[in-house]
């Protein structure tokens, strides 16, 4: 019963993460506002997201699972973000549309 | 209504809403992005329908390669798609047929049956795999497994003709301008060792649970596939002999399993005590010839001379 309003609490917590990175994401002018928007509350709402899972895991391996998967996300995550951020910056200063 | 219904309801309508998106797009870009969103919902939904093997394979090939493959396709397409499109009213109308016909096939279908579960679970222990996905693929219908890998073959080698004559053999891919000890570099190196223990753990698990070939081999391309964008090591030469037997020796080792089966019975059958030692040495091999079939499928044709 409490692990089952823990885990409504932080899924809440998640979802309203995930929702402000997406508004961010479309209402932000350039790219690298819409990056930190997205990468940076993503994260957060994921991270959420993983407890609420692990508020419901059977046993303790699980729970270290869930974690992985998180840190693989967020490492990926900032990777991308930062090659995604370089890109747009090369592609202002060459004045060149970047695809 | 309970709560997983109008979960499914939702799911149901939303994949239909965003595979007409892809469809109707007038950018290919956001075709092809529509198209990734689709694989994942899709993904959702092999879960939903217990088949975790199917959601894998969709999330890693479907959603995954494809994806890349697409993205990697559009420089070399017309911006625009052909929309607004036009009716072909024949087009239209036998579309419409068939599809009708399957609604109609669909609803009157007697009762829902099994299908072939008891089938195959009778015979399960004799397989040599408890996984009943695995003991379906590579025993009991092996034939469109091999079909499969062949398939992925006859691709490659179409992906290698198109390069240019004087490029012929050489290396794949766009050359990569990495900043030493940056990100990129460093996640190269981070990410490759937990990659490759994923992949072998997926087809070692692949017996007994949900994962296999197909799945790990996805793991594995990507992990190679990282490596080259991180410039820690560089694509083949498309000409390297090793190379091309690394590619091959998955289809070849199954024929060879398979006519091993000929002299006791059928092509590709096995005997129930070697059947479990066949099933994970032809797992194995095809896991490391999918897996580099793929890589070498997104690099694509050879760029720079040999």
């Known amino acids: 019963m409490i692990a089952d309003v823990a885990s409504c609490l932080t899924v809440s917590f998640g979802l309203f993460f995930f929702l402000a990175g997406t508004v961010g994401l479309l209402r932000f002018p350039d790219v690298h506002s819409r990056l930190h928007a997205l990468t940076k509350a993503d994260n957060l709402g994921l991270g959420f997201i993983v407890i609420a899972a692990a508020f419901q895991a059977a046993d303790v391996w699980t729970v270290f699972k869930l974690l992985a998967v998180w840190l693989f996300t967020v490492a990926a995550a900032a990777t991308a973000a930062q090659l995604v951020a370089r890109a747009a910056l090369s592609a202002c200063q060459t004045e060149e549309p970047n695809r | ?306």
Request: charged share 10%; net charge neutral.
């Open chain 2, 1 to 306: 209504m309970n709560v997983s219904a109008a979960f499914d309801i939702v799911l149901c309508l939303l994949v239909l809403a965003v595979a007409g998106g892809a469809v109707l797009a007038r950018d290919l870009f956001a075709g092809v992005a529509l198209y990734i969103v689709f694989g994942l919902l899709l993904t959702v939904g092999w879960v939903r329908l217990e088949a975790v093997d199917v959601a894998l394979v969709e999330a890693a090939i479907g959603a995954g390669l494809t994806s890349v493959i697409l993205l990697g396709a559009l420089p070399h397409s017309p911006a625009q798609s052909s929309f607004p499109l036009k009716i072909r009213p024949l087009a239209l109308v036998s579309c419409l047929a068939v599809g009708a016909g399957l609604c109609w096939i669909v609803i009157g279908l007697a009762e829902p049956t099994s299908g072939l579960r008891p089938a195959v679970e009778a015979q399960l222990a004799h397989s040599g795999a408890s996984n009943a996905v695995t003991a379906v693929l590579l025993n009991f219908r092996g034939y469109d497994t091999l079909l499969e890998v062949a398939v992925l073959l006859l691709a490659l080698v179409g992906v290698w003709s198109s390069s240019r004559d004087d490029r012929w053999g050489g290396r794949p891919g766009p050359r990569q301008h990495v900043r030493p000890g940056g990100v990129l570099a460093n996640f190269g190196r981070l990410i490759p060792p937990f990659g490759i223990v994923i992949g072998i753990y997926l087809v070692w698990v692949g017996t007994t649970a949900p994962g296999g070939a197909f799945q790990a081999a996805t793991v594995l391309a990507a992990v190679w596939l990282l490596a080259m964008m991180a410039a820690i090591t560089d694509p083949p030469r498309l000409a390297s002999g090793a190379l091309r037997w690394l590619v091959a020796a998955g289809p070849l080792l199954f024929i060879l399993a398979g006519l091993f089966g000929l002299m006791e019975g059928a092509f590709l059958t096995y005997q129930p005590g070697t059947a479990k030692m066949m099933i994970v040495t032809v797992e194995l091999a095809l896991t490391v010839s999918i897996a580099a079939t793929l890589a070498l499928l997104v690099l694509g044709p050879a760029r720079h001379g040999s």
